[in-house]
């Protein structure tokens, strides 16, 4: 990793969601704030004066989209989006954004999201690459669980079964959590009580999913979105 360190603006009309990044920047020694913006117009300002390495770019935002400030940069810097709507996750991985965080955003998904942009959790390099994880409550004590490892969350009342390859995991929390705190890239909710990791479905129709040897249902407030995910992956 290298020890510069990347140059961050905040473009955001929310005060307290600035308030709350800022506040991560500052405690990752590897970040610099440059500014903050409260629109797209401010920011293409701030970009025209300083050289950016990183956007936390919220989306919905008064006079410009941030979507389509993105879309009209011509040499656009890394982005990380920081927004409350998850409809919009496809379109901002077609515009190439490092990571899509949802609203609230918690300090582990955000040095996550950080850690993608400097390359520490790059897919492609090799087994020395520090592996994915959350810690989950389970057994009276907080478990380590490697996102990679993770089949599908299946979700009961107020606790969730992770079936993992080779075992399951039992943790008193809402499946809804789960959906905030899962990067939305890898992780889909495709049912009222199953959110699963796209890279384990093994195949799929218009109402279910296979993934390990389960048959997953796809809701029908769920479906749109599924589908388009899914189909976006098609070779």
């Known amino acids: 990793m290298s020890s510069q360190k990347l140059k961050c603006l905040i473009v955001d009309d929310e005060p307290i969601a600035q308030e709350i990044i800022e506040q991560y920047i500052e405690m990752i020694e590897d970040l610099q704030l440059v500014?903050?913006?409260?629109?797209?117009?401010?920011?293409h300002d701030v970009l025209r004066k300083e050289t950016i390495d990183l956007i936390l770019l919220d989306i919905e935002m008064p006079h410009i989209n941030g979507l389509n400030f993105l879309a009209n940069l011509t040499d656009p810097p890394n982005v990380i989006i920081t927004t409350a709507y998850r409809e919009h996750a496809l379109e901002g991985f077609e515009l190439n954004v490092i990571d899509y965080l949802l609203k609230p955003i918690s300090i582990e998904r955000f040095m996550r999201a950080i850690?993608?942009?400097?390359?520490?959790?790059?897919?492609?390099?090799?087994?020395?690459?520090?592996?994915?994880?959350?810690?989950?409550?389970?057994?009276?004590?907080?478990?380590?669980?490697f996102l990679d490892d993770i089949l599908f969350i299946e979700g009961l009342s107020n606790y969730v079964k992770i079936h993992l390859t080779g075992k399951m995991?039992?943790?008193?929390?809402?499946?809804?959590?789960?959906?905030?705190?899962?990067?939305?890239?890898?992780?889909?909710?495709?049912?009222?009580?199953?959110?699963v990791s796209?890279?384990?479905?093994?195949?799929?129709?218009?109402?279910?999913?296979e993934v390990g040897a389960e048959e997953i249902p796809i809701g029908g407030n769920y479906k749109e979105r599924t589908l388009d995910v899914l189909s976006a992956f098609e070779k």
């Open 35 to 43: 500014g903050k913006c409260k629109n797209a117009i401010e920011a």
């Open 115 to 145: 850690q993608k942009v400097q390359g520490e959790l790059t897919p492609t390099n090799s087994s020395s690459a520090e592996r994915a994880y959350i810690y989950l409550k389970a057994d009276k004590k907080m478990v380590q669980v």
């Open 169 to 195: 995991i039992i943790s008193y929390q809402k499946l809804s959590h789960l959906e905030k705190v899962l990067p939305v890239e890898d992780f889909i909710r495709v049912h009222r009580s199953y959110i």
């Open 198 to 209: 796209r890279l384990k479905v093994k195949s799929y129709t218009n109402t279910y999913l």
